[in-house]
């Protein structure tokens, strides 16, 4: 159930949790499906715009910031916990920032260590593999010829990815 001053932007799934991510407010809460009651909640700080929420397979949760150059990520234990921080992974120079509330909005994890995610602005799509060992625990492509003008949120549909965006949807072969 929604307060005042709560937004919902983004949805999933985790075990037993529905988790939210909550728009201009920051934070990403997490309620118990069959009691409803709100049972965790994260926040990320002031000044961003939390958009698409996906959870893996594993049960890692990843939620895209229109506003600020970095991918959020709660562990499957912080849900279970319903407390922590979640970490910030930077997505800057090989994601080009743009000032104000057009980058990254939607997210989708391929594996439990690949997503792709796509830039509202210009609709680029890119891969980021995580890898401990790389700089900044991780490595972002650019997925050449595959774009998504204005893309927003993303789902998976065998091997298409689906994009709503301002004019329809774009379907990606991948």
């Known amino acids: 159930q929604l307060r005042p001053g709560q937004a919902a932007t983004g949805i999933g799934i985790s075990s037993e949790r529905l988790l939210v991510a909550g728009g201009i407010y920051g934070d990403i809460r997490a309620y118990d499906l069959q009691t409803k009651q709100r049972v965790g909640e994260f926040s990320t700080g002031s000044g961003g715009h939390l958009h698409g929420l996906h959870v893996t397979d594993a049960g890692d949760v990843w939620v895209t910031d229109a506003v600020r150059p970095v991918l959020w990520h709660l562990t499957p234990d912080q849900v ?8 910030a992974i930077p997505l800057s120079p090989e994601i080009p920032y743009v000032n104000g509330p057009d980058n990254l909005e939607g997210v989708v994890a391929l594996s439990d260590t690949r ?7 210009d609709g680029t799509l890119y ?34 990815l689906v994009v709503p965006d301002e004019d ?4 990606v072969e991948l």
Do not use: E, W
Request: net charge positive.
């Open 80 to 87: 279970t916990a319903g407390t922590g921080t979640p970490t």
């Open 115 to 121: 997503l792709v995610v796509v830039k509202y602005f």
């Open 168 to 171: 329809g949807l774009s379907v």
């Open 127 to 160: 891969r980021i593999d995580l890898d401990p060992q790389a700089p900044q625990g991780r490595t972002i492509t650019p997925i050449a010829d595959a774009t998504a003008r204005l893309g927003s949120k993303m789902i998976l549909d065998g091997n298409r």
